[in-house]
């Protein structure tokens, strides 16, 4: 079974933080490194965050500095924290395998819609 439950977003004002939770199913957990997506209205998802089982991390350029994401593996679970936050920040974010996204998968949570605006 594939699941991801995302919460933890809202309204913040530019600058402010947020911290995003997911929680994911044991199988896939275990198995597979966990990213953040965000999706703009309008623009495809694109990975912000990933982190593998060994702890190992990946950012892309744009929250380099700004966000964090971390593990805890006693509830399954994967956060990002978000710091310095920008109006293009401003998305749906979603989180899911990295390597299940790139073999094409449908298995989507609903998201957690972060709006960044003063």
């Known amino acids: 079974q594939v699941q991801f439950v995302e919460s933890g977003g809202g309204l913040v004002q530019p600058g402010g933080s947020l911290r995003l939770s997911c929680a994911a199913s044991?199988?896939?957990?275990?198995?597979?490194?966990i990213g953040w997506y965000l999706q703009a209205p309008g623009k495809q998802r694109e990975l912000v965050a990933s982190?593998?089982?060994?702890?190992?991390?990946y950012y892309a350029d744009s929250v380099k500095g700004r966000f964090t994401i971390s593990r805890d593996n006693a509830k399954n679970t994967v956060y990002l924290q978000m710091n310095s936050l920008k109006a293009d920040d401003t998305a749906v974010y979603y989180c899911?395998?990295?390597?299940?996204?790139?073999?094409?998968?449908?298995?989507w949570g609903q998201g957690t819609q972060v709006t960044v605006s003063s």
């Open positions: 899911n395998s990295p390597a299940l996204v790139v073999s094409g998968t449908d298995y």
């Open positions: 044991a199988n896939i957990f275990s198995s597979y490194a």
């Open positions: 982190i593998a089982s060994t702890g190992s991390t």
